[in-house]
């Protein structure tokens, strides 16, 4: 009965930017690490970022500097800026998110296309 909804997705021009948002709703009763992955066609899921329930922040080489990731704990949601935008950050992005004794779920992921 956990759900994860994602949505900012979409079709955006190199150098732009997009805000991703994750909601999680249900049968959750705290979070705590929370965090986005990418998955580009015919390559392996990865971590973009991940925020702890302390707000401790790691990025992705490929991403830090240009991506944000936080969190709002009174609306059970993380978000993901996403600014700079290079074609090689086209995937479907992924929510996870950690409830307590290491329970994980995912959301469905949204599509992030980024034009040359």
């Known amino acids: 009965q956990v759900q994860l909804v994602e949505s900012g997705g979409g079709l955006v021009q190199a150098g732009g930017s997009l805000r991703l948002s994750c909601a999680a709703a249900?049968?959750?009763?705290?979070?705590?690490?929370m965090s986005w992955y990418r998955q580009a066609p015919g390559k392996q899921r990865e971590l973009v970022a991940i925020?702890?329930?302390?707000?401790?922040?790691n990025y992705a080489d490929s991403v830090k500097g240009r991506f944000t990731i936080s969190r709002d704990n009174a609306k059970s949601t993380v978000y993901l800026q996403m600014n700079s935008l290079k074609s090689e950050d086209t995937a479907v992005y992924y929510c996870?998110?950690?409830?307590?004794?290491?329970?994980?779920?995912w959301g469905r992921g949204t599509q992030v296309t980024v034009s040359s």
């Open positions: 925020i702890t329930s302390s707000a401790l922040t």
């Open positions: 249900g049968s959750i009763s705290s979070i705590n690490t």
């Open positions: 996870n998110v950690e409830s307590p004794r290491s329970h994980y779920y």
